[in-house]
């Protein structure tokens, strides 16, 4: 009974050559694991043989159960691997990823974070074609592409056969695969969603995400993969750019710097920190508010917050603090009232806060259930007044490009009238940061170059691609 | 290091219609568990959704986690279930059965007991035609042939597209197969593993590998699928028989009657019991021993005791005692000897043996190691002779038709020649039962209608099905 | 649902000195599995430090889960071991054994086979003196008197303490004690349960429930620990004898001869199997019976069917086969009909008993209610009699000397009348052995040297002391 | 391989009467996680019998868990429960609280927070009694204490024998005591730790550490326990207070204020957030600096940066960000070096701190490794300079009331002189609140009623009783 504002599918670290590949790729996808709490696996090429281990559970614990002779292996050239998020009612085990798979007697491995968003036709035409599935994933459609396009060519040359097979697919897909003798990352030619390299001393390099991966494991950053590329590293670790398709447009995810990365970051070619802090800055001049305190709702509102207080000068005061042993998972069948929900997981300070003008900062508002009791809990406790700024605009619309929003009836913006929206959450006074004023924080790209589809609509695909997406849900080898 | 004889790969159990059916596969696969116990699975119809439930572990295990509204459900129309045997030195979950998969828009599901011998060729043409793998095993090729046949059709029905992928196979299958509202079985041309048939009073049916599985859940036993039929329920549970191959010969695996099948049941139309007893009063007529008391080798060695006392009127006593609790895969880093292995084991009474010339009645030997050290353990309590009758002749060649002998270099009798075995086991006289013997000894099928590879290397197919049908290891997904 | 005829609580197995202590000590617990399935234990001293690892579960599985550093310890002087019986209902992890406690600045471990019949008045008359008491066994009792015996001592000699800690208890206790220097054996005065010594050739000893574990771990057997006997070994390993109580009777349990122990153990000097054996014969004179087939209810019937059969002249079948994967403990809620728990772990052998006279040879009724079910299985498949001559006289009285059988009004023998036995359980036949003729068949000692209390009520303690044993239910840090 | 700061033993929450206990419990124990991550236990009146239920793990790990018949039960009328900190190497899961024992036929459960100075002294005069111990906790010794008080009396009142225990122990003792019909709040004379009161609307009463449990479960605060007194509830949910002992002088464990309590609690009548805010302020004052920008080193130095930031005028920033997934008891053998262990948890932002004067805020610095570590990462990302502000004064003694610090000799003001430490820390300046300016922070008691031992030596109580406070570790039952 936690309500995470949305579900991002996944976060993706692979390494190619260096030292201590087990111990980088660790570093790396720890660091992603705000991305995916749900799951995680890796895949690596052992003593020649490549293999797969994943499982449910942090990565930590994911990771302390590696078979003994992986870490005994002196000479891992290379490895992917991946977080993956919980999704409500039951997650299943064998939709976790690297997906390994034989083709072609190759084993070929995949990790993927994104949504494929016409995955359902792409099924459907397999299907006709006599393939057989055995998860619920996009994910699977890609390896099966690449095995149908591998029997028309004279000498299997597995990327030629993902070139062709990405050409039947769109949507958001940040990819790794790796072979025996391969690793590749590729990047969707939207470029939805980030995907970065680094280098290390020692001649290996990481793919990432997000830079916190290459930041923690001891990387330097290099670029970006650039939407529409596929990079490639061989046997002898040299790095090989091909560009498979044109890319049409950027749609470069906002909301991964408005919610989903990590501050410490570069997403898209800006640093999420300075993204965050402007948008609080930006949010102080389009919607001053009269108030003694300004308080960031922990921990996504941290940065913003302190951009508002710096640029409004009102003090900033840490007036909620967070329980962070409260699992994202839990459920108590005897703590059902939301206010205890809240509570459990963030705490006002009486003394912080009682008697004063308290404005919060909020980076999104979703549902609006959790926002409506954490106001009434200040209430509660003797506040003046309750203000509320949220650093980007109300959402209204689904994502079908990799973050599982609720439905859109759920959405508190197109449950209640504007002008109703701030009494409904039993505030003194509500402001959204404009979109404008949202995309005037990020600098390294034009404002359309962003996708905003969740906040306007505007989805970069045509519109028969997002119709129905949903598959349905496909349990074998699970409870 | 407990080292058994031979693994064979699976026991099958399935029910159609009647009430508590998942009583009944639970006891009925139950008594099949001495056909493997690595992992057990289950896949039912739940509430109109086909559900699989596998994984590691005995079957009441692996019962016992059955998810709770499969229980609650009062409706399950069908269900198939699957043990599997352990194979050394790491099994793999998710090689478990049934195997379920999606197909043409619907959940199919399948066990398989048996091996399929142009499993490496089929699986070479599948992937010529882009098919990727997700296990090894060679069940899961035959999914793959079905969902290709059904593409070429007009009208999916899934039962022909079986027929015509079974006409691309060859080897051992008996099969279960399940979707929404079907339930089939299947037996290879040559039948060379049993496969039964049984209802109940309320109009259910059971499909068993051995009929101890329709006694047990108490249906009465009907008749076996032949070789070379599919036999189909449909929805209203009409039961109907379809032949969808000519059976070129019958080759009923003669070891199920020496080793495998539990002593209850009947397969290929005789009493394993009966078999068992006659081989052991034929042993004593073709190979007489001087000796004070016969003394099976618990438990396999039993029945062939029986006769060999009867026949023989020499006393017969348990002089051997078995400790129960040495699971399978046992393996303790400080118990490296064998001769400890084995006494864990098998226990000589002292008092029954000491002073007396013991004559050891055993099914098979296989490697001889086990053999060997059990005898020393005879010899260290003081027995005065110790001689060993044997209830089929000497392994000699592999099998490719469900059960995992050792390496032919590996068998006993392709290491020591025949005049030496006798010293080579520490024994005073060895004497095997003749093949003519042994197969006198069944009474439904005449002596050519069983196939005896392992003892005569007569494969019943062509060989060059035969030669290399081992699939590289693949290990997606497990440790 | 499966009933097991009695619970005893315990078999214990220690060693001092020699190589290889944790194989010795696995190898001979295991053996002793059949006395308890619920818990396993051991304790060690590892680098001079006593250390206790125990847990519920097998053997095997428990010793699997050692401490590493135990197993790298190549200087274990002692150990000694324990495992326990599934008690109904819930079994407590920590009233598993070894207990491990400190006691005037040493640890001290014990473990305990049997009962103390003045367990409630020794625990009140503590619980006045200011006694706190962690778990519910009566073995704890005996570690509080032996710290408030060595109170009273200038030098704190723990085996003195021990001697006049004995002699406040009374009752049934074979018992294993270790320091960091000591191991100890003791044995109540009237001796009701086997404790036998043996020894390695490399000087090493063992003490264990039943000499089958000398066999197995390949130790001599030497002698019985004496009734009243306290067996010392020390620092430098030397074995003292020492007599710490006259014994005024000895009172050995029959029933360990009648089902408990392994046939392949000497206990209290006579062999297992030759007293069974002899049951049979006697049974034979005894009780004859006009039948075409003995057939032994496996396993604990075996020999005294061997016997009977012997001494009959008619011939013995392995009519009922027992699957061996029925554990004790399960529980399926779908599974209660008393008839298919019974089919599940004993099948009869419709080819071996149809059509005739059969003659079935249990070694003891308790409730009845399963040998009921099993008989009618035997009619079901067409028998055209069936009889049953019993092993042991009608179990009428309850144990409090460590073997926990049902309530007296739950025996059979005390709900329904002599003459109604038979037609009770729908036998054609059924007669018990005799009391005295069981007695005849031990020869070690004479008759009144055995304890018959379960079948005479001749308890050999005084009565007041056996009323009200039971202890309420104590299930601190238990679920 | 992550270094806590310090240990302390210990959170308790307790609950008498009202609706909802075991909800009302769970909130508030979770809210004390942050004392204690390695074991949870609670202890309740089910249908009239005490249970308990703990195991290692988190509160919601082990809540998750309790009994169905605990959550159906509707008439709880009492519980305590506890969390318990991990202890490096090896945490023992018998030494889990609370502890239950039967003592004069009552059971009797114990939570405690603290640690007895006279603890040694105390279990050897037991053990001379005849004492047996089966944890190695100084909370079983108060047990103890109180059956051999209730010995002496003709009504066994548990109260009177707790109150006589009590007067035999000397240290930090904040315990919760609960019986059938009682609960029990008991602070030691000194009030070391704290221990407050509060109410619910239906008139329930809960006991917590601190107050955030109460807030967070929703009782009002009514007061703390006083030092020395003993709050008792009986049967009917009256509040009786009774004071057990003369309160020497206060010794207010100044440490709860700097690092330990949460900033939303009140402790010793001060509320943390004010208390640490002011440290901060202080600190401003008396160690200025000439920077470009505060950074807090989360989560603890929060508070004191707000302080500091507002006093001194420089800009506050959130330059050091949390991985809050690193568990603290993570050891993976292939991350070693102390940089990236501390960058596994703590990630500079770049863009924040390249190129400034920074001056972190720390709470405490204990060790001082990690602080190293963390200053060099700082380094390494370009900061131009780095000071470091302490909270608090340099950390020189032990504790013997209920914190594990490392060592002595493990300090870092211990090991390096004073104007050394700068530059073993490789900062450009260093500075330590004073001892005067620290305790010029709290407000509700005087100087001299806050024990500051730990800085200044100065130990409340007699120097004997705390020379040798370590016990042997015992580690019966566990691995």
Same mark, same amino acid.
């Given at each position: 009974m936690t309500f995470p504002k949305a579900?991002?599918?996944?976060?993706?670290?692979?390494?190619?050559?260096?030292?201590?590949?087990?111990?980088?790729?660790?570093?790396?996808l720890h660091s992603l694991q705000h991305r995916g709490q749900e799951a995680a696996g890796i895949m690596v090429n052992v003593d020649g043989r490549c293999r797969v281990h994943?499982?449910?559970?942090?990565?930590?614990?994911?990771f302390r159960a590696i078979p003994l002779d992986w870490r005994q292996c002196r000479n891992l050239p290379r490895a992917i691997s991946h977080v993956r998020y919980s999704t409500a009612g039951g997650s299943k085990e064998n939709n976790a990823q690297p997906l390994m798979v034989e083709m072609a007697g190759q084993r070929v491995g995949i990790a993927h974070n994104g949504t494929l968003c016409n995955a359902l036709s792409v099924r459907r035409k397999l299907q006709h074609e006599g393939v057989i599935f055995q998860t619920t994933t996009d994910t699977e459609l890609i390896l099966h592409l690449m095995a149908r396009s591998l029997t028309k060519r004279h000498h299997g040359d597995l990327w030629e056969a993902l070139e062709e097979a990405l050409g039947e697919v769109r949507g958001a897909f940040s990819l790794l695969l790796m072979s025996h003798d391969y690793l590749v990352a590729v990047r969707?030619?939207?470029?939805?969603?980030?995907?970065?390299?680094?280098?290390f001393d020692d001649g290996g390099y990481m793919v990432a995400s997000e830079t916190i991966a290459l930041q923690v494991a001891g990387a330097r950053y290099l670029r970006e993969v650039a939407p529409g590329e596929m990079v490639i590293w061989g046997p002898n670790n040299t790095m090989v750019s091909h560009r498979f398709a044109e890319s049409p447009r950027r749609a470069h995810c906002i909301f991964e710097h408005v919610y989903f990365a990590r501050p410490g970051s570069f997403v898209f070619g800006d640093s999420v920190y300075e993204v965050r802090k402007a948008m609080g800055?930006?949010?102080?001049?389009?919607?001053?508010?009269?108030?003694?305190?300004?308080?960031?709702?922990?921990?996504?509102?941290?940065?913003a917050a302190l951009g508002y207080a710096e640029e409004s000068g009102i003090p900033l005061d840490m007036g909620l603090t967070r329980n962070h042993y409260v699992g994202r998972t839990f459920i108590d069948p005897g703590i059902t009232s939301r206010r205890k929900m809240v509570m459990r997981k963030l705490q006002p300070i009486v003394e912080a806060l009682r008697g004063k003008r308290v404005c919060l900062i909020e980076?999104?508002?979703?549902?609006?259930?959790?926002?409506?009791?954490?106001?009434?809990?200040?209430?509660?406790?003797g506040t003046k007044e309750v203000h509320m700024r949220v650093s980007c605009p109300?959402?209204?619309?689904?994502?079908? +490009?990799?973050?599982?929003? *609720?439905?859109?009836? =759920? &959405?508190?913006? @197109?449950?209640?009238? /504007?002008?109703?929206?701030?009494?409904?959450?039993?505030?003194?006074?509500?402001?959204?940061?404009?979109q404008e004023g949202m995309l005037s924080c990020v600098k390294a790209f034009k404002p359309e170059d962003y996708c905003c589809?969740? +906040?306007?609509?505007?989805? *970069?695909?045509?519109? =028969? &691609?997002?119709? @129905?997406?949903?598959? /349905?849900?496909?349990?074998?080898?699970?409870?």
């Open positions: 579900r991002e599918h996944c976060g993706l670290c692979g390494v190619s050559g260096g030292e201590s590949i087990l111990e980088r790729v660790h570093l790396g994943k499982s449910a559970g942090l990565v930590d614990a994911v969707d030619p939207f470029g939805f969603r980030p995907l970065s390299i680094g280098d800055r930006r949010l102080a001049r389009e919607a001053p508010v009269d108030a003694d305190v300004i308080v960031p709702v922990p921990d996504s509102g941290m940065y980076d999104s508002i979703v549902r609006g259930s959790t926002s409506r009791a954490r106001v009434q809990t200040l209430r509660d406790i109300p959402h209204r619309f689904g994502c079908f +490009f990799g973050i599982d929003f *609720p439905r859109r009836e =759920e &959405l508190l913006a @197109n449950k209640v009238p /504007p002008d109703q929206l701030c009494r409904t959450l039993r505030l003194d006074s509500l402001v959204y940061l404009s589809a969740c +906040f306007d609509g505007n989805y *970069p695909t045509p519109p =028969e &691609l997002v119709e @129905n997406p949903t598959l /349905p849900f496909f349990d074998a080898g699970g409870p």
